[in-house]
C-alpha cells in the first residue's frame, strides 16, 4: 500500500461534505464541477444511479479545472421510497412534496461515491446505504420546516445533522452517509486505490 503524501480533491460545493472531512481530519482541495445535481429521475436503482452521478461529477471536475494528479472525489445522495428515486427538491412546493411523501415512511439514503486518479485515469466506484424511519409530520410542521430554508438544496428535503433529526425515529446504517459522505466506505475506496488513508490526513 502506497504512503505517500497524495493530493485529495473534493469536487463537490456541498459544505457538509466539506465539514465531514475536516472532522475526520483529511486535507483537501475543493474543485467543483460546474453544474449541480438535478433532479432524480425515472426508477433505476439507486446505488448505481448515485455512483453514476458522482463518477460524473468527478470527471467534470477534471475536465473544468484540468486537474492532472490527485485523486479526485465526487459524490452524489438520493432518497430511495418505494422504488421511486427522490433527489433535492426544485422548489418549495416540490420540497413540500416530498416530505409529505416521507413523513411516516421508511425510506433509504443512498450515497455514491466515485474516486479518480486524475493522472491514470483508474476509477473506484462503490455506494452505501442507510436506513431511515420518519416520523409522522403534520402539514403544519411541513410547512415550518420549509419555510426556514432547511429544505433546500438537501436529497429527500431534509437535513438530519441539523433540526430534521426531530423527525427521524430510527437510523439503520452509517449516520455520516445520511449526511452526503459514508467516511467508512471512502476509507475502503481510498484502500482500493493502494494508498493508506493517514496519509491524507495533516
Known amino acids: ?26 486535507r483537501f482541495d475543493v474543485r467543483p464541477p460546474p453544474v449541480g445535481e438535478g433532479a432524480a429521475k425515472g426508477n433505476r436503482p439507486p446505488g448505481p444511479y448515485a455512483e453514476g452521478l458522482a463518477y460524473l461529477k468527478a470527471m467534470a471536475a477534471i475536465e473544468t479545472h484540468r486537474l492532472t494528479d490527485g485523486l479526485v472525489l465526487g459524490a452524489d445522495t438520493v432518497v430511495e421510497l418505494g422504488g421511486r428515486l427522490l433527489g433535492k427538491p426544485v422548489d ?11 413523513s411516516g415512511s421508511q425510506h433509504r439514503v443512498v450515497t455514491g461515491l466515485a474516486l479518480v486518479d486524475a493522472a491514470a485515469g483508474r476509477r473506484w466506484l462503490a455506494h452505501d446505504v442507510t436506513r431511515i424511519r420518519m416520523a ?44 452526503g459522505l459514508p467516511m467508512t466506505l471512502l476509507e475502503r475506496l481510498i484502500k482500493a486505490a493502494g494508498y493508506d488513508p493517514k496519509a491524507f490526513r495533516a
Open 136 to 179: 409522522v409530520m403534520t402539514p403544519d410542521e411541513i410547512a415550518s420546516y420549509v419555510a426556514g430554508g432547511e429544505a433546500m438544496g438537501k436529497a429527500g428535503a431534509y437535513a438530519i445533522q441539523e433540526t430534521g433529526d426531530r423527525y427521524v425515529e430510527e437510523v439503520d446504517g452509517s449516520f455520516t452517509n445520511v449526511v
Open 1 to 26: 500500500m502506497t504512503t505517500s503524501r497524495p493530493k485529495l480533491i473534493l469536487a463537490s460545493n456541498s459544505p457538509r461534505r466539506r465539514d465531514l472531512l475536516r472532522q475526520a481530519g483529511y
Open 92 to 102: 418549495e412546493a416540490d420540497a413540500r412534496r416530498i416530505l409529505s411523501d416521507l
